[in-house]
């Protein structure tokens, strides 16, 4: 039986949908669409040296020195399958590693959006980190209008995972940090009982 937005007035579905920094996040907008479209700028500005600009960049990400924190790709960001906790890693080395091949409004929007995502992961959010988390995702939506400009999202940006960006404040003030609602917290599980017996 379809329930119209009558029938449930004071429903606000965004308050239903708990922040999930893993598929929202991680997965979601970094990887899922900020890394694919980066991609796809790069393959329609550099047609016939497409492979060699790919080759440079898991270079960079290659040659990232050992440091505390940081996680060694030796293949670049050639992996077959990403998971949460490589995205993770990559974010950290990802935009030195883009940086020449791009406009500078690109970079500032990955940085926003990697702000954000930053001040999202803490354990504990006060007043100050939300109004932070706010800028963050105010220069994002700023910025990310270059991937429109070139043509790689020409139709406008309208994407749930991107949409429930701007809901997070409001998440976070009704629920908590949204470090402890994370579905990265029981992923590990999932793989060890699913992913891997089925492989």
């Not at 990232?64 to 399958?81: A, D, E, I, N």
């Not at 991937?147 to 908590?176: K, N, T, V, W």
Request: proline content about 5%.
């Amino acid at each position: 039986m379809y329930c119209g937005k009558t029938s449930f007035p004071r429903a606000n579905i965004h308050e239903l949908i708990a922040p999930d920094i893993l598929h929202q996040i991680i997965k979601g907008t970094f990887k899922d669409h900020l890394v694919s479209w980066v991609e796809t700028y790069l393959k329609k500005h550099y047609k016939n040296d497409f492979a060699a600009v790919l080759a440079d960049i898991d270079r960079r990400i290659a040659v990232v020195p050992p440091f505390p924190g940081l996680r060694r790709f030796s293949q670049g960001r050639g992996f077959k399958q990403w998971t949460g906790n490589d995205s993770k890693a990559l974010m950290k080395v990802y935009l030195p590693a883009i940086a020449g091949y791009v406009p500078n409004e690109m970079l500032q929007a990955l940085s926003a959006f990697m702000d954000f995502c930053y001040i999202v992961h803490q354990s504990s959010l006060g007043e100050a980190d939300l109004e932070a988390l706010d800028k963050a995702l105010q220069r994002f939506e700023t910025h990310r209008s270059i991937f429109e400009a070139e043509g790689i999202h020409s139709d406008g940006i309208s994407i749930p995972r991107i949409h429930a960006l701007q809901h997070y404040h409001e998440a976070i003030e009704l629920f908590g940090a949204p470090n402890g609602l994370s579905t990265s917290i029981v992923e590990s599980k999932h793989i060890h009982a699913v992913k891997r017996p089925y492989r």
